[in-house]
């Protein structure tokens, strides 16, 4: 029984590890951090809109090859606007208003043509 548990223990210690081999998602630009695929997306509510960021493996990406659609629900509103490429690892979307209690939906087509939904819920 003592072996087991060593075994058992040991192996709880290396998934643990293998947890948090990509990072713990914190925001860099003050925003709601979400996890996709191994891929941390930060939304940063901006005056006329929200920025997203995004970074692959603790390094940021290049979001120039990314396009996407930003949909906020805030109460029984429902704002859509496009994502756009913004320099570095950003994205931006204008004319929506994300405020506190709302929902967003992050819909991000990469340079590889494959697609990730991030949700997010802004406090």
Same mark, same amino acid.
């Given at each position: 029984?003592?072996?087991f &548990?060593?075994?058992l223990g040991? !192996?709880?210690?290396?998934?643990?590890?293998?947890?948090?081999? *990509? +990072?713990?998602?914190?925001?860099? *630009? +003050?925003?709601?951090?979400?996890?996709? !695929?191994?891929?941390?997306?930060?939304?940063?509510?901006?005056?006329?809109?929200?920025?997203?960021?995004?970074?692959?493996?603790? $390094?940021?990406?290049?979001?120039?090859?990314?396009?996407? $659609?930003?949909?906020?629900?805030?109460?029984?509103? $429902?704002?859509?606007?496009?994502?756009?490429?913004?320099?570095?690892?950003?994205?931006?979307?204008?004319?929506?208003?994300?405020? !506190? +209690?709302?929902?967003?939906?992050? &819909?991000?087509?990469?340079?590889? +043509?494959?697609?990730?939904?991030?949700?997010? !819920?802004?406090?």
């Open positions: 029984m003592k072996k &548990s060593m075994v040991a !192996s709880l210690a290396v998934l643990s590890l293998t947890a948090l081999a *990509h +990072g713990d998602a914190k925001p860099m *630009h +003050g925003g709601t951090v979400q996890m996709a !695929s191994d891929v941390a997306y930060e939304l940063v509510p901006q005056a006329n809109g929200a920025a997203v960021y995004v970074v692959d493996h603790d $390094k940021p990406a290049d979001a120039t090859k990314m396009s996407g $659609k930003l949909t906020v629900l805030t109460g029984t509103q $429902k704002a859509e606007a496009e994502l756009k490429p913004a320099g570095g690892n950003k994205l931006e979307a204008s004319n929506v208003t994300v405020g !506190s +209690g709302s929902k967003v939906v992050a &819909s991000i087509k990469g340079a590889d +043509g494959k697609t990730a939904s991030v949700r997010f !819920s802004v406090k």
